[in-house]
């Protein structure tokens, strides 16, 4: 028998053999991103989980004015579930048709298909939000990581951008890590 992959599996394979598998574990020892104690991303997935094959769930906390950069998943569809507080969910479709859902009231939720770029952001403090995967090893590519990454001259080349203008324009972002919750901080109020 071949052992299990990460992705989809149909059947429980991933968790028979010997002895019982470890079906607990507490999100909050699974710190994944933290932007400040108010603004902060835990992820549990088969790392934390072994016999959590083909799935994964991340809590995800947001004050107001904050958001989760634009970003889109390679791998994996998304379910964003409102617990508490309230936020907008926009999500840009492969035939670039923006949609906007305004989450107010806890259990609304807004289904995002694999490869679709979208963004969460909080309209008022102490929102929480679970977002659940249907893999248990997420890939993500953040835009702020689209951005630095893309060489200046490219910009010129494709948009006519001034090289020197963009690089002025990104200074704010730190590309090595992605964003993930912005807006950048800058040098006058760290928090923002």
């Known amino acids: 028998m071949t052992s299990p992959t990460s992705g989809y599996v149909t059947d429980n394979r991933n968790i028979t053999g010997n002895g019982t598998p470890n079906l607990f574990f507490d999100i909050n020892n699974s710190l994944s991103f933290e932007r400040n104690p108010e603004n902060k991303l835990f992820l549990l997935s088969s790392t934390?989980?072994?016999?959590?094959?083909?799935?994964?769930v991340a809590n995800m906390e947001l004050s107001k004015g904050f958001i989760r950069e634009p970003h889109w998943h390679t791998n994996a569809w998304e379910l964003d579930y409102l617990i508490s507080g309230s936020a907008t969910v926009s999500v840009l479709d492969p035939?670039?048709?923006?949609?906007?859902?305004k989450l107010t009231k806890s259990g609304e939720t807004?289904?995002?298909?694999?490869?679709?770029?979208h963004w969460v952001a909080a309209d008022s403090d102490n929102t929480q939000l679970l977002l659940f995967f249907n893999n248990d090893q997420i890939e993500t590519q953040d835009g702020s990581t689209t951005l630095t990454r893309t060489p200046l001259e490219v910009y010129n080349q494709a948009y006519n951008i001034d090289p020197r203008l963009m690089g002025r324009a990104l200074e704010p972002i730190d590309g090595t890590d992605g964003v993930i919750i912005g807006p950048p901080k800058n040098n006058n109020n760290p928090d923002i």
């Open 110 to 117: 807004v289904f995002i298909p694999m490869g679709w770029w």
């Open 95 to 101: 035939k670039n048709n923006l949609q906007t859902f």
């Open 48 to 56: 934390q989980t072994p016999a959590m094959i083909g799935g994964s």
